[in-house]
């Protein structure tokens, strides 16, 4: 409530005090360029995507509007209109476009910023967007014609690419001066999103803030902060392959992106976008929250100055916000938490105030909540995972950010290490140095120790570069970026680094013979036919095969001339045109099936895709396998069928886990996946929760709600999208890291009441959620305090693991009713009750039992235990009640046990006489030890338990033994002394004597 209450206040205080020197808000600003395509050109609106990208690998985050048109640019598939505008949220912190390093700086960069633009796919090119441009800019924002430059292609003899005069023509034609249209090369006027994809030749309207009455043409893109870059106009009209290459696409479109916060800086005649409303209400809140100056707008190269660290933090705050709730999670995304840690320095260093990003998260999801819903739809779900990294960046800044800091001291160029926050930066230097004399000969850090860096120490490849330059060592990059993709592609397929090779030979073969990829649509071909699901049998034909390490793909052709000898445990991998077998993708495991070829029947056991290429690996049926080669070629047919049962279990726990999924996000406040494992017999989730942990009743909730969704037996419904279908619906569930593709997205849809899971998803499901029967967990096992696991089981699997429960469950109640009615011996109820939990643990290991049955059955046995031991306790108290109440007086109780108690200890047993003074002496296998206490109201000088055991103690020279938290005075011990045999038998009896004497006499005297 506090913080909502200085949001507030900072909102109010800012629109009150600048409104009126504020000739037109940035929103109305906004609308303004919408409305012009949308109502004026019949253009139509596309909402922005997420700064997440969720089909480019290519690059960290969203920089530009047209990451989302990728697809159609690339004639993947047809757009959903012929011409459309929006404002893209964007993010520029790394690649070609980094800006990270200048914001603060300037007036203008900035890490998060909007990108306002039209698109043409197909419909109108060079003339038409130039058009539309000048007369928005000039007529209906008001912008001065003399004022404005323009620049074109001045093409590329490195590309071979002719400079655009059409483009230059254009203007001219226009009425734009001449002396106003520059040319500009490839790093101006060619843009391209990433080093591989969509690009062209662009032309930018470059504005002159001062509105200078002389010609500034001379001026434009050298830096100068006055006179910049206002719109980009993209000729989308190439693509460049990842070897560099540079080819024509079949179709023409237009992309134009212009600044958001430069445009509103220009119509709010602002010489800084940092004086406009889009962030004078985020220095508003840093003011009152840190108590620091008011922001006065000066600038200097001094990065720890006031007005630098408002600028930085404003910035940071909008960026991480954005990020966070578009899904992008810190842990996954090493650049957004090397961000986060800048902005919580600077909040600390420059304003002296801790955790203000979640406050400042309050005022971005204000200032922009309108045009991008999700901002104030996710604000709790930002907020929590800030604080988390707050408190996870402070821990380390405890423990290895010291020791890095002593490291510093001794060597000041280690200062120069960018990311010093990197948690795995002090093991990876220490790493580094017990090397850097062997690298030294080579002055080489090669790319299997850079890799090492990257990969065990999660070092990024710009810390990895700076290590490498203080050390003087050449760091290779080749080599390393040969070593990300080989484990990126054994991690994607599973493989072993040796057939991990085999595989890379054998599709890179196929590739370059240009074999047709396998078609796998069979997969999803099915019907539930009665009580089950059938599955048909499909022909297909052999293109390839790997035996032995031999690649064999024509025969014809001999491109491999290798005999197949094969022995019978010989795995073998099938190359198919068609399959109908899942291979292992999206977390499912693989099918099981047979190829039947020639009459040889073939065991698949693991089915693989690479590079759309399915191959089949398993082993033949047959134990005369000496003359395979002639029975089997390439090119001949097979028919393939899969194991129905193992697929059926495979698609009920992958619809389980998509209401696994649904609900954990509804019980936690934040969590997401990380990984996920769908198998036949379980399904098995690892999720992220950012410190909470499932309790059992939640635990319970989860169980319950799912087996509700089952018991509504809804259908489960599934559309197949491509990409800019995907974006346009609501609420769907992305995987943060997940690359999903241009077309033929699967989105599996199950809808209830309180309940819908839309998950995009390339697995195989069931038609109806009754169709598993039945839910339980198995395991929920949590690490540290980020990470937990979630097993759970479903269908025939469900109903057994219930089953095996219930019968342990029978067992507990039999046994309580035997310690109840029968008084059992405690020994003979302990050896039933470990007999059952073993039976817990070995039943969860070969037939699983419920997770909650389980901690609910080894509560009850230990509950069972506490009776069961009273009972003991109480039977032994009893019988050495009767053995004391023989030998003492009624004044006082001294008495020599010969035995140890099974079940008491001596603090027990006094502790039952409390109300009379007591001395336990016990004496066993030569040992001797003793305790005693006297009740509060007889203590004194002479009598109480202190004086009362030193008595003891002097006959055996023992040691007095403290009692931690008790008052000597009423209870005191004797540490455990060893006695010789020879006099233990007088000793005890002087001592039993001595206690009994000095207890008579004193309590006689009291």
Known sequence: MKRKMNFVLSTRLFSSNTSSSIKKSSKLIRNEFLDYFQESLGHTFIRSSPVTPLNDDSIAFVNAGMNQFKGIFLNHYDPPMMKVTNSQKCIRISGKHNDLNIVGNDTYHHTFFEMLGNWSFGDYFKKEACIYAWDLLTKHYG?????????????????????DLECKDIWLNIGVAKDR????????????????????????????????????????????????????????????????????????????????????????????????????????SIEIYTKAPAYTGQFSNDHNSIDSGYRILADHSRMITVALADGTIPEENKKLRKIIRKAIDIGEKVFKKEKILSELSYTVAENLGDVYPELQTNLKKVQKIIEFEEELFEKLRKTSGKEWKKITEMRPELSLVTDWTAPGLLHGYKYLQSIVQDLKATRTLPGHVAFKLYDTYGLSNETVAELADIESLHFDKKDFQNHLQNVKYQSKYGLHKSNNIIIQKFVKLLQQNCVPKTDDTFKYEYVWVGNNYQFPTIKSKIIGMIVNDNLILDNKNNITSEDIKLNEEDEIGILLDKTLCYSVEGGQGSDYGTICINGLIFHTNNVQKFANYVIHFGKFACSNLKNLNEKIKIGDNCTVSINSNHRKGLMQH????????????????????????????????????????????????????????????????????????????????????????????????????????????????????????????????????????????VGSFARSARMAGENVQRKILKLKHKLKNEKIEYDTFKSISEEIKNEINNVSKKRPIPYLVKIECLKQIKDLDKDALIQAKEAEMSALTLNIKGTNSDSYIVHCLQQNPMYLSLHEIISFYSNIPIMIILYHNDTIKARCSVPQEIICDTFNARAWIKVVIEIFNAEYGSIRGSNPLLVASMKSTNVPKLSSESLVLNAVSAAKNFAFTNIKNI
């Open 143 to 163: 912008i001065k014609k003399n004022s404005l430059y323009v620049t074109y292609f001045g093409g590329s003899e490195q590309l071979g690419l002719e400079p």
């Open 181 to 284: 249209i520059l040319p500009f090369g490839i790093q101006d006027n060619f843009w391209e999103m990433g080093i591989c994809g969509p690009c062209g030749p662009c032309t930018e309207i470059h504005i002159d803030h001062k509105k200078q009455e002389l010609n500034q043409s001379m001026r434009v893109n050298k830096g100068y902060s006055d006179l910049t870059e206002l719109w980009n106009i993209v000729f989308i009209q190439y693509e460049r392959l990842t070897d560099g290459t540079i080819i024509p696409l079949q179709k023409h479109h237009v992309d134009t992106g212009m600044g958001f916060e430069r445009l509103v800086a220009l119509l709010q005649e602002k010489n800084s976008n940092y004086d406009t409303d889009l962030f004078q209400p985020l220095f508003k």
């Open 654 to 793: 992958h619809t389980a886990a998509h209401l696994l999924n649904v609900i954990m996000k509804q019980i936690l406040p934040v969590a997401y996946p990380r990984s996920s494992s769908v198998l036949s017999h379980f399904l098995r989730f690892q999720f992220n929760s950012f410190g909470e942990k499932l309790s059992v009743e939640q635990l319970k909730i989860i169980e319950i709600f799912i087996n509700n969704v089952i018991e509504a037996n809804v259908f489960v419904k599934t559309k197949i999208l491509n990409f800019s279908e995907l974006l346009a619906e609501n609420f769907v569930t992305l995987t943060p890291g997940t690359i999903y593709p241009y077309t033929n997205i699967r989105l599996v849809e199950i809808d209830t009441s309180n309940l819908r899971s839309k998950e995009a998803c390339c697995g195989t499901h069931v038609h109806k959620t009754g169709i598993l029967e039945h839910f339980c967990l198995l395991d929920y096992d949590q690490k540290a305090t980020t990470n937990f696991t979630v097993k759970g089981v």
